[in-house]
């Protein structure tokens, strides 16, 4: 009588865990993943990826702002890391502005602080406080004026462009960051990424690192 090779169990392509310790499900590339592989590999395929912006917005050392998008049902992306946020309202049009300032005491060449970044939002709302954490939802807006959309990509540090000056009336001295320079120009392809999907925003404190 023929051996009956005994069936192998089905694992999933990233960890390696079988299906008698995880649930399997086939992906885009019709290979098995578990739910945390599948979860890396949608955050691998979008579009949109994470941008860092902490090494050049203020207070970074002391407060840390997120903004996740949700990109469909199931593929979320923390998108922004940042330091110290502003909202504002523009109470006419029902529309926020989610802004940073630049670190190192930079201005405009009025000497007003200069930002690094500026997102439109509609439907701004408080959900919840949470050890210091405060935590807000929104949708960005999804018809936003060029000017008003001004956030940058990885990388992107206006103090390095070579079009900032020091001030060196004012002391400690500071750099002037030229207008039109210190936010970035419109992205209309990052734009088109993010307008109209919904946001969750949290702001709070840098955590203390754990003792030893």
């Known amino acids: 009588m023929p051996r009956v090779a005994k069936e192998q169990p089905r694992v999933c392509v990233g ?3 079988s299906e008698n310790n995880v649930r399997l499900s086939r992906g885009d590339d019709n290979q098995l993943r578990c739910t945390n592989c599948a ?3 949608r955050i691998e395929l979008c579009p949109l990826k994470p941008t860092d912006l902490r090494a050049i917005t203020r207070r970074a050392d002391r407060c840390v702002t997120t ?3 949700q990109m469909d049902w199931e593929t979320h992306i923390d998108w922004l890391t940042f330091g110290e946020a502003q ?3 523009h109470e006419k049009q029902g529309v926020w502005d989610l802004m940073a300032y630049l670190n190192g005491g930079a201005t405009d060449f009025e000497h007003d602080s200069a930002y690094a970044l500026s997102l439109p939002l509609i439907g701004l709302a408080w959900e919840r406080l949470y050890h210091h954490r405060s935590t807000f939802t929104a949708w960005v807006h999804p018809a936003a004026e060029s000017r008003d959309f001004r956030v940058p990509r990885s990388g992107y540090n206006p103090m390095a462009l070579g079009v900032a000056q020091t001030c060196r009336r004012c002391t400690p001295h500071h750099p002037i960051v030229p207008e039109g320079h210190y936010q970035p120009p419109f992205d209309a392809e990052l734009y088109k990424l993010v307008a109209g999907k919904r ?6 404190t840098v955590a203390e690192p754990k003792a030893a």
């Open 87 to 89: 909202l504002r309202l």
């Open 15 to 17: 960890c390696l865990k």
């Open 39 to 41: 979860a890396e590999r």
């Open 67 to 69: 903004v996740r998008v």
């Open 199 to 204: 946001v969750e925003i949290t702001i709070g």
